[in-house]
């Protein structure tokens, strides 16, 4: 049986045309159920391949008028003014990458905590239930998050935080203006928390994946817990977390129902947490329906291609760094 | 053998009786989808072979999908532009079907009720101009009423909306300075403030920020208890908004050939100054007879005895003098060159 299938792993030297048509064509050898197998899943394996192929080609056609007419000044425009024609993307991919990256940078400590608690520390039968929990915030609608944004969190920004900081912290740049709830700081602490599961769970599953010789190596040479982990354990896990917090900022980036519902909305950019700010997939969301003038539309279709392009680069490398971590040579299994 | 080939034949009749049901499809604004929908489910009580599909995907994607010719009718709140209109195939026409109304909400601490706004007052707080409630400017137009020293927060639609064109509209008129340098559209650039997704975006933030300002459509300033703000009229009257002040502002207007009016700060004693009509899109030419003649039916039926509905969902009856206009632009609807209503 395995030959058989090693017979249809392309082999060989030639192109990789003839080595494909090798492999799907096959010699006399290869069960026909088989072959019909190979057909039926390498053409599913394909569909995605065409499928993203011709997403990209549309959105690219259908940017092409803006990519005429506005050129690089497109990335760095600051205007963004349906009614005159005149559209920058600058303020919307500095508000999609400051407020992704604010809410990894409070997301990762908390989510790592949460992931070496769950695979290091935690009592074994506390590990599920935790795990689940942890799990289960990530299904909870966007919406959902939008709505616990605009009336709880916010007010409570507006009441309670945003004065408080603005009275010590109010010489930072960061801190200033008029504390109104809604802005920046909630749209990254909103996304945070919509991050943390993603980035908790699959550092977990990496640690876990860490082999125990390193563990029981580290314990025996007399180290503590927290030398065995900081030591042994995290380096050894350290590209898998570090795919894990890549993952989570895609998924920052991307994110756009509870983002627009609490982050004010405004081509603006501001240093101040305080003050509103807007993300590409909002604006997509909120101005393609009613965009009148093909420029007007084809605009946001660049938007999306930015998106898309900074999407793809920040997906190749977490699949990059995944794989590099299934590489990582196993032990023995834990006992 | 008889009593079979009767029940067959029966059974035949029946089956063909129910794939002749006509679905016909319709897409475009949302702020009339309440009215829409109501008429769609009433007009199935007068025929009920109609079966009318409307999706609300908003009036950019009415104009869109009425141009390509994928709907039976479309539906948008502002007028297409000279540009869309030069894009269609074949005339369109544009049916005036209700109208509705643009508040301005607010909340301000300890005043519950009873603002009163000029147009000057709109667009300076909209442009950032007056910037706390205790403004001078507020308190003339107010006396009487204690305003707090809270800083307006400006609330807007971060969406694309019909409901931001008639009020842009609306400031481009009374206020040169809103027109030179914000303009009017489904989305400007506004110079301040934090926009909120949707209607109930807007409403969210108004609600839950004391010193907030928005603009939003009527039925959901009252469906959700929001204060608004009477409006002073060209006339110098300050009119609480309400479907009477849009029916008023919407009679007594010089109607051009194509419907497409603007009834935004109207000269009337009752006028409410923000007021628009949304309308129905439809080819002058149908393409097919059946359907052809269920739009033009329904449209007929909307503009008559769907017009009783209005009032109940805050939306605007259409007023009698704009009544006949409509009747003879439905009237100019035709397939393969015969006119599709012959009433009257």
Known sequence: ?335 | MNMLRSVVLGAALVSGGLSAQTVIQGAGATFPYPLYSKWISEYQKVDPKANINYQSIGSGGGIRQILEETVDFGATDAPMTPQERAKAKSPILHIPVTMGCVVVSYNVPGVSSGLKLTPELVAGIFMGQVTKWSDPKLASANPGVKLPATPITVAYRSDGSGTTAVFTEYLAKVSADWKAKVGAGKSVKFPIGLGGKGNEGVTGLVKTTPGAVGYVELAYAKQNGLAVAAIRNKNGKFIQPSPEGVTSAASGNEIPADLCMSITDGPGAKDYPISAFTYILVHENQKDGTKGKMVADFLWWAMHEGQKFAAALDYAPLPKDVTPKIEAKLKTLKFAGKVLITKK
């Open chain 1, 1 to 335: 049986m395995q030959s058989k299938f090693a017979m249809s792993v392309p082999q060989g030297r030639g192109s990789w045309l003839s080595r494909l048509w090798r492999a799907f064509a096959g010699t006399g050898e290869v069960n026909p159920a088989d072959r019909i197998f190979l057909w039926v899943t390498g053409l599913f394996a394909g569909t995605a391949i065409l499928v993203l192929g011709a997403m990209t080609l549309q959105v690219f056609r259908a940017s092409l008028p803006s990519i005429r007419q506005f050129g690089w000044r497109f990335l760095i425009g600051k205007d963004w003014d349906p009614v005159l024609d005149a559209f920058g993307a600058l303020p919307y991919i500095y508000g999609t990458v400051v407020s992704s990256l604010l809410a990894l940078a409070l997301a990762v400590p908390i989510a790592l905590g949460i992931a070496i608690y769950l695979a290091e520390l935690a009592p074994t039968w506390l590990r599920r239930p935790l795990g689940f929990t942890v799990e289960l915030l990530a299904a909870i609608p966007s919406v959902i998050y939008g709505l616990w944004g605009i009336f709880v969190l916010a007010p409570w920004l507006r009441d309670s935080v945003q004065p408080f900081l603005a009275a010590r912290l109010g010489f930072l740049p960061f801190f200033q203006g008029t504390p109104r709830g809604l802005g920046l700081m909630a749209g990254v602490l909103i996304l945070a928390i919509m991050i943390l599961p993603t980035i908790a769970s699959v550092s977990r599953d990496v640690l876990e994946a860490v082999p125990s010789t390193l563990r029981e190596g580290a314990l025996a040479l007399g180290s503590t817990r927290w030398e065995m982990v900081r030591k042994a354990v995290l380096p050894s896990a350290s590209s898998g977390i570090l795919g894990a917090v890549i993952l989570g900022l895609g998924r920052a980036l991307g994110e756009t129902m509870a983002v627009t519902m609490v982050i004010g909305n405004r081509a603006e950019i501001s240093f101040s947490l305080f003050d509103p700010s807007y993300t590409l997939a909002s604006v997509i969301a909120n101005e393609y329906a009613e965009a009148s003038s093909d420029l007007y539309l084809s605009a946001l279709t660049e938007l999306g291609l930015i998106l898309f392009g900074v999407t793809v680069l920040l997906n190749i490398i977490a699949r990059l760094l995944i794989w590099r971590v299934g590489r990582v040579p196993s032990g023995a299994g834990r006992s």
